[in-house]
């Protein structure tokens, strides 16, 4: 957990609700929080469904890990203090999105289930809906996909630290949505989405 350095700082709350926001933006703001190994395809539903909900004119923003890697968490590693900074860091943006009224669509590998509990943690403190979403594509599926050649360095000695090689991946307990994406389409698993969506009443 990130140490609190500030001080003399007071939190400032703002008079707009959050019931003016949903009425504002016709929608309902959550975190669907897409978690999986490389190559899982977190990031092909997360951009589909987002594509999607604009479409239907829903306010979505899709957050990426390696996107955010090269702006906002430019400065940390992959050992295990710099991922769960990342998550950490993730978590806040998320809620603020969701807070602010968007769905937001975070999809990052996450694999440690402390870090994910604290960002579940995080949303449900402050009231806001969250969602993990497990793509729990199997190991050998994900690695002979291997679309940035990621897991070959690692068989190569070349990346240390890599998620499901030398790196533990710690699967969801309990999540609020499974998609093998190795027996769904990306439309079968954008459709998933949609549909926990509206049966959660957030659109």
């Not at 003399?8 to 999986?36: D, F, P, S």
């Not at 979505?60 to 950490?88: H, M, P, Q, T, V």
Request: proline share 3%; glycine share 8%.
């Amino acid at each position: 957990m990130a140490e609190q350095k500030a001080t003399n700082i007071t939190y400032h709350e703002g008079n707009v609700t959050r019931e003016e926001r949903v009425a504002n933006m016709g929608q309902k703001g959550c975190t669907l929080w897409m978690t999986g190994l490389s190559g899982s395809g977190k990031s092909t539903v997360a951009v589909a469904l987002e594509q999607v909900l604009l479409q239907r004119g829903k306010h979505a923003y899709r957050l990426d890990g390696d996107n955010i890697r090269f702006g906002l968490n430019k400065n940390l590693g992959f050992s295990a203090e710099d991922r769960a900074e990342n998550i950490r860091r993730i978590g806040e943006v998320s809620k603020l999105f969701a807070d602010a009224g968007m769905i937001t669509i975070a999809s990052f590998i996450s694999p440690y289930a402390e870090d994910r509990d604290a960002a579940r943690k995080l949303h449900e403190d402050a009231g806001i809906h969250f969602a993990e979403v497990f793509v729990n594509t199997p190991l050998e599926v994900s690695e002979e996909r291997d679309p940035k050649g990621l897991y070959k360095k690692a068989r190569a000695g070349e990346i240390k630290g890599f998620t499901g090689i030398d790196d533990p991946y710690e699967a969801p307990e309990k999540p609020e949505l499974l998609l093998p994406t190795h027996e769904l389409s990306v439309a079968e698993s954008v459709q998933v989405c949609l549909d926990y969506l509206e049966k959660a009443e957030l659109i």
